[in-house]
């Protein structure tokens, strides 16, 4: 086949036309985008496309690229390999020049992949810094063609223009995404602050986050011992996407969840009708999900839980989509671990409180470094002092111990304060109630705690004893 020849391009228009895009699109996509159409267009090519490069995958991550009247997209991640070596000349930050697949020995066997993709000929422009090569600015024509002196020029300069303007639009766009990032955060903070139940802190964090990527639906749910049963227990849904709450069984949605979230390793999923098998994303579908991210929860070697984002359609999720689940996941957990250990111990306190209670026993606390007495009411109750009553260990206490107990009482809370050889608090006295007068035999015993060298915190009960006193009197 003769190799077609090209009409010349006016260069300065070309690169006038790029520093106008540069100047008004600010979304590094849409920029890589219009310089690819202006360069494809200009040069008259089947497809021109801008994308990132991974090296050691050997791989090409093309978000969006231009194409002529009747050539298909190529969006999406592409392996070099597939289509010939010439990426170890990228590698080495080569442009990679070829006027005909089938004449090129570096294609050899590949070159029908290649003209399967419109691309018979093409131009690969790589884009490097410092550790490599990064990116790279390509042209596709679905016949040969000779590449003049002149396209490849002004294919450099649209390639390195292109990449430092998207660079810079990428960093202004991290940099507003990561006070987004901050803000939302910090509401989110504040929102599950405000309560202090497990479930309510889930919906919290589940309607923000959705509302805030603006996914379809965001859930969280608890695993069964067998990890592989699980229960969706709350979920957020944006208007006319489906509620999924119930239990599900983790094998039906397909190999992949159960080995990478098994592993503790999020799931993650683009388009669930191209990327499992047909039976596995029906699992996914019958509830209305095209698209996830999941997210495990690991305690103790054991998976336990789960928090999820869907899309209800294909959804190329971003590094910043992941990223932020990740964080607001952890955050989530610690939150709700620390949420269920207070609320654990309220109710242990309520307990003990109302076995107290029910016992007639006080309880107090002494800080004997900031002189620092508190009573329960049924231990204020017991000296004959009111609910309201302000307490101290020389007022309260001394003065509310009869007389004749008085100094053998203090004796005693000095001697279990003493830091060498400490003595147990175990003592029966008397209270004459401040307020009322009453008499009342009460026997009381506690427990010092020291730090160094002295005693910083002594706890204790006391139990009004004076019905029995009054029997081993009579």
């Known amino acids: 086949m003769t190799l077609r020849a090209t009409p010349s391009v006016d260069r300065m228009s070309v690169l006038d036309t790029l520093s106008d895009f540069i100047r008004r699109i600010d979304d590094p996509d849409a920029l890589a985008y219009a310089a690819a159409e202006l360069l494809g267009s200009s040069l008259r090519v089947s497809r021109a496309g801008y994308g990132t490069v991974d090296t050691s995958a050997e791989t090409i991550t093309i978000s969006r690229d231009w194409n002529a009247p009747g050539i298909s997209s190529l969006a999406g991640v592409l392996r070099f390999r597939d289509y ?73 300069e649209v390639a390195e223009r292109t990449r430092t303007a998207v660079e810079r639009r990428r960093a202004e766009v991290a940099v507003r995404g990561n006070e987004a990032r901050l803000t939302f955060l910090d509401a989110l903070n504040r929102e599950t602050a405000k309560t202090r139940d497990a479930d309510g802190v889930l919906a919290v964090t589940t309607r923000m986050l959705g509302e805030h990527l603006m996914v379809s639906s965001c859930a969280y749910a608890d695993m069964d011992r067998d990890e592989d049963g699980f229960t969706i227990r709350g979920d957020w849904a944006a208007p006319g996407a489906m509620h999924i709450l119930g239990h599900y069984s983790l094998a039906d949605f397909g190999q992949k969840a159960v080995t990478e979230l098994g592993a503790g390793r999020p799931l993650v999923i683009n388009d669930n009708l191209k990327e499992i098998a047909p039976e596995e994303a029906a699992t996914f579908q019958n509830i209305g999900i095209g698209a996830t991210i999941c997210m495990p929860f690991v305690k103790e070697g054991r998976l336990t839980a789960l928090m999820a984002i869907h899309h209800r359609q294909a959804h190329r999720w971003s590094k910043r989509e992941l990223a932020l689940l990740t964080e607001v996941t952890e955050r989530s957990w610690a939150h ?120 910083v915190r002594f706890i204790g009960t006391v139990l009004d004893i004076s019905a029995q006193s009054a029997i081993c009197a009579y």
């Not at 000349?89 to 029908?112: F, H, N, Q, S």
């Not at 900031?370 to 009553?389: H, I, M, T, Y």
């Open 84 to 156: 010939g070596s010439y990426i170890e000349d990228l590698k080495r930050g080569e442009t990679v020049i070829c006027a005909d697949a089938e004449k090129d020995p570096r294609i050899g066997e590949r070159a029908d992949a290649l003209e399967a993709i419109s691309a018979r000929a093409l131009v690969n422009m790589p884009i490097s810094e410092s550790d490599g090569v990064v990116a790279l600015l390509y042209l596709n024509n679905a016949e040969p063609r000779e590449w003049t002196a002149e396209e490849l020029e002004l294919v450099r």
């Open 336 to 455: 709700i671990e620390r949420v269920r250990s207070e609320q654990a111990a309220r109710e242990a306190a309520e307990r003990l409180g109302l076995a107290n209670k029910a016992a007639g026993i006080g309880t107090w606390d002494y800080d004997p470094v900031n002189d620092v007495l508190r009573w329960d009411d049924r231990c204020k109750e017991l000296f004959g002092l009111s609910p309201q009553a302000e307490i101290s260990y020389e007022g309260a206490f001394l003065k509310g111990l009869h007389p004749d107990d008085r100094q053998r009482a203090h004796e005693a809370v000095s001697e279990a304060l003493e830091p060498t050889s400490p003595k147990p608090y175990n003592i029966e006295y008397r209270t004459i109630g401040v307020e009322d007068g009453t008499e009342r035999w009460i026997a009381a015993t506690g427990e010092a705690i020291f730090s160094g060298g002295k005693a």
